[in-house]
């Protein structure tokens, strides 16, 4: 028996609170693509995307209307290029990026990701032409996300590749100087990378998935944050218990919108992801969240532990809502995306070391930082290194999505608009890194990798 | 209220939940209910409270013999929810029967 009560309460977490569907995000193998003459691999990737996708966004439409509920972004991930290019005859992968580019523009997707290499242990030659084009690609397509994993719990970490992703994220950002570095945003350098992520920019189709699939990534920020606000004097057992509850409710909107699409579109459903994705509107913000349990600012000590709970309650409360969770399912702490998270750097609450930090406790890792445009190539390595160790040795997924503005300095703000908001600089420590991520090679696994 | 089992009756999924919230006036539940007559919309339950100083109305309605698209009866609902000043939703009721129960 539904109440009015209940009904109301749905209506309001939709029209005050923000809640919505972040992203619908359609899998597609591009294993079957693969031939000696690139314009071939070229015609067969055009064909099938937008063979597979063309119904894509019409489809999100039609679940936004019946159900109310709306769905933001309705994207595509693919499997990563490196493999897909690597049979053909050319060393320009510039050419899939730009028939991924015009794929997604057809069918009318925002984001297509899975311009994407798996170098953790090492390259493949499709890995280093990949690799050699990520620059170039994103800042010539305007859809195309990219991303590479340097580093697994069971194979360590390619020090190698964590030493060319520094130099590769500063030339991404010299290309697009005039835009403040904008191709960095559409680039993640991962560790432990989940192949399921239906979220940009790291969203790739990974090669033990189907054919095609829909998976679905949930928000709502704003949900919780009124949920903990109405906790005012509840201690952490209750108040973990009311996030719990609450995050039940915002996941079940992702499971029903998933299972919704897949059946439109006779597509298998993946999964759902658990994170709370914020954006830059107010009252979207999980720095709000953490602020809402008696922080001053999100940063401050004891964010650590605050967030540790949110993350810990909203997995419990989802996995408990969705048949099937994926993707990265923790907390997103994106700087520029989240209107708290960057009123606690501009007044000096949030550092990138405390950032650090709060991705030792579950958030998917540092992203969308801004730092200064004369960051060397060798202290971005050496911070993507520190994030690795730490998904690493966590076994966890640990992503770095840093963006040194060219030409800005501390103080200086970057603006990218639209959902990828805007972003104060932040402070780089200032003493070189240099020899350590020069010594090349890798570092070996842990000790925990040896399970068997 | 509204006790209903997805899946397990004839016509099940073809139901939605129109809600209508806004100030308490002479003719509200006339004009909504026209609106639903004229496509053959059967309503099969009404309740209307008032929360937090808002009139709200919220009715179960069976659109299996509606006459027209979901979309179109959506934006008469909303056209006739402007014209007496209310503001009229209409959603699938999986979206309340799946939040609120499992």
């Known amino acids: 028996m539904l109440s009015i009560q209940e009904i109301m309460e749905t209506i309001r977490m939709v029209q005050q609170e923000n809640l919505d569907i972040r992203t619908v995000t359609m899998g597609i193998s591009l294993r079957d693509c693969c031939h000696g003459d ?8 055009y064909d099938k995307i937008t ?56 069918v009318g997707v925002n984001f297509i990701g899975g311009f994407s290499a798996l170098v953790h242990k090492g390259f493949t030659s499709g890995d ?81 998935e189907p054919e095609c699939v829909i ?84 940063g401050t000590h004891g964010t650590t532990a605050a967030l540790a709970l949110l993350n810990d309650a909203v997995k419990k409360g989802g996995a408990m809502a969705s048949s099937y969770v994926g993707g990265l399912s923790g907390a997103f702490i994106p700087v520029s995306e989240d209107a708290g998270m960057i009123r606690a750097v501009s007044e000096g609450a949030l550092s990138l070391d405390k950032l650090e930090a709060m991705t030792c406790v579950c958030s998917v890792g540092l992203d969308m930082i801004a730092v200064p445009g004369e960051t060397s190539a060798e202290t971005i390595s050496a911070i ?46 200032k003493f070189s890194s240099t020899e350590f991520v020069r010594r090349g090679g890798r570092i070996p696994a842990p000790i925990q990798s040896l399970r068997n | 209220m509204f006790e209903h089992r997805p899946g397990r009756e004839e016509g099940a999924g073809k139901r939605v939940v129109i809600t209508v919230l806004g100030k308490d006036r002479v003719g509200i539940i006339a004009g909504v209910s026209a609106v639903l007559a004229e496509n053959d919309v059967n309503i099969l339950d009404i309740s209307q409270t008032i929360l937090q100083d808002i009139f709200t109305m919220v009715m179960v309605c069976d659109i299996r013999n509606c006459k027209i698209e979901f979309g179109a009866l959506k934006e008469k609902l909303k056209a006739k929810g402007e014209e007496l000043g209310l503001q009229i939703q209409v959603q699938h009721e999986d979206v309340f029967q799946f939040m609120h129960r499992i």
Not at chain 1, 66 to 72: A, L, N, Q
Not at chain 1, 254 to 282: C, H, N, Q, W
Not at chain 1, 387 to 413: F, L, S
């Open chain 1, 51 to 106: 063979r597979l996708a063309e119904n894509l966004v019409r489809t999100g439409e039609e679940i936004e209307r019946e159900y109310g509920i709306p769905i933001v972004n309705k994207r595509i991930s693919v499997t990563p290029i490196s493999m897909v290019g690597e049979s053909s005859d050319t060393d320009d992968f510039g050419f899939f990026a730009d028939v991924m580019d015009r794929a997604a523009g057809e």
């Open chain 1, 384 to 429: 993507i290194a520190d994030e690795a160790a730490i998904g690493m040795v966590n076994q966890k997924t640990t992503a770095v999505r840093i963006i040194p503005a060219p030409g800005k300095k501390e103080g200086d703000y970057v603006e990218f608009g639209g959902l990828l908001g805007r972003a104060p600089i932040i402070t780089v420590n």
């Open chain 1, 128 to 208: 280093s032409k990949l690799l050699k084009a990520i620059p170039n690609a994103l800042a010539a397509t305007q859809r195309v996300c990219a991303s590479v994993n340097v580093a697994t719990t069971k194979a360590g970490i390619n020090m190698d590749a964590v030493y060319e992703m520094g130099k590769i994220i500063k030339e991404a950002a010299a290309l697009t100087a005039d835009k403040d570095g904008l191709a960095c945003a559409k680039l993640v350098v991962f560790a432990n990378v989940p192949e399921d992520n239906p979220f940009m920019a790291g969203a790739f189709h990974g090669i033990g």
């Open chain 1, 38 to 45: 690139h314009k071939a691999v070229g015609r067969r990737m």
């Open chain 1, 215 to 298: 998976n679905v990534g949930v928000s709502g920020p704003g949900v919780i944050k009124n949920a903990v606000d109405k906790a005012k004097d509840a201690d952490f057992g209750t108040l973990a218990e009311i996030i719990k509850r609450t995050a039940f409710k915002v996941t079940r909107m992702g499971e029903l919108v998933g299972r919704a699409a897949s059946a439109k579109l006779g597509v298998p459903f993946g999964i759902v992801d658990l994170s709370l994705a914020p954006t830059p509107a107010v009252g979207d913000s999980v720095a709000d969240i953490l602020e809402g349990m008696g922080l001053e600012r999100c």
